[in-house]
C-alpha cells in the first residue's frame, strides 16, 4: 500500500459571493401581558409563545393570580424563563430572541403607554378578533388569570382602552387561551396562513 504525504494548510481564505437573509419574525409585533400561572403552565405558556412569534413577554401579577414569589426566587424564574425562551428560539428557528421583562403588576402593565391595539381576553365579550380593525400591526394582549381578572380589573383595563375580547363559546384555561389568541391573531394580522 503506498501513503501519500499529507498537506495541512494553515490558512484558508473565503470570499462571500451572496448572502441571504433568513428572517423569521412575524409582521405583528406582540406583547403578551401574563398574569402568573402555577407550576410548569406559565413555563409552556412562555415556549409556546416564543413559537407563535411574540416579541416580548410580561409576567403580571393580579389579585387572583395564584403564585407568589420574593426577590431572590422571582429573579431565578425570570432567569429561568428567559432560557426557555432562548430554546424555543433554537427550537423554530426565530432570529430574534423575545425580552422576558420582569414581573410587573397588572395596573403598571395596563398604564404603560404605546401605540398597540389592546385587547383584553373576557369570557362576556361581545367582540371577536374578526371584529378588530384590519390594519394591525401591534398588539398588547392580555391574559388573566385561571378565574379571570376581578370586575374593578376588568373596569380598570377599559379605562386603558383595553377591548374585551371573546374567542368562542367555551371558557379555556390561561395557558390555552394565551396560545390559541396568539395563534388567532398570527392568523388575521401576522405570518400564519
Do not use: Y
Not at 490558512?11 to 409585533?29: H, T, W
Not at 387572583?64 to 428557528?93: F, M, N, P, S, Y
Not at 425580552?99 to 389592546?118: F, G, M, N, Y
Not at 401591534?138 to 376588568?154: C, D, F, M, N, T
Amino acid at each position: 500500500m503506498l501513503k501519500l504525504p499529507i498537506r495541512v494548510k494553515k490558512n484558508v481564505s473565503v470570499r462571500i459571493l451572496d448572502e441571504q437573509e433568513d428572517n423569521r419574525e412575524s409582521p405583528l409585533n406582540i406583547h403578551l401581558g401574563q398574569v402568573m400561572s402555577r407550576g410548569e403552565k406559565m413555563e409552556f405558556t412562555i415556549q409556546k409563545s416564543v413559537e407563535l412569534g411574540v416579541q416580548i413577554i410580561t409576567p403580571l401579577i393580579s389579585e387572583r393570580c395564584g403564585v407568589k414569589l420574593d426577590g431572590e426566587r422571582l429573579e431565578k424564574k425570570q432567569q429561568q424563563w428567559q432560557k426557555i425562551a432562548i430554546a424555543a428560539c433554537e427550537q423554530c428557528g426565530r432570529n430574534v430572541i423575545p425580552v422576558i421583562r420582569p414581573v410587573q403588576s397588572l395596573k403598571d402593565w395596563c398604564a404603560e403607554t404605546d401605540d398597540a391595539l389592546k385587547i383584553n381576553l373576557h369570557p362576556r365579550a361581545s367582540q371577536s378578533i374578526n371584529t378588530l380593525p384590519a390594519e394591525t400591526a401591534k398588539v398588547r394582549l392580555l391574559i388573566g388569570p385561571e378565574g379571570g381578572l376581578s370586575a374593578e380589573e376588568i373596569a380598570m383595563t377599559a379605562g386603558h382602552q383595553f377591548t374585551d375580547i371573546l374567542l368562542g363559546p367555551r371558557v379555556l384555561r390561561t395557558e390555552t387561551t394565551a396560545l390559541t389568541a396568539i395563534t388567532a391573531l398570527q392568523v388575521r394580522f401576522g405570518d400564519l396562513g
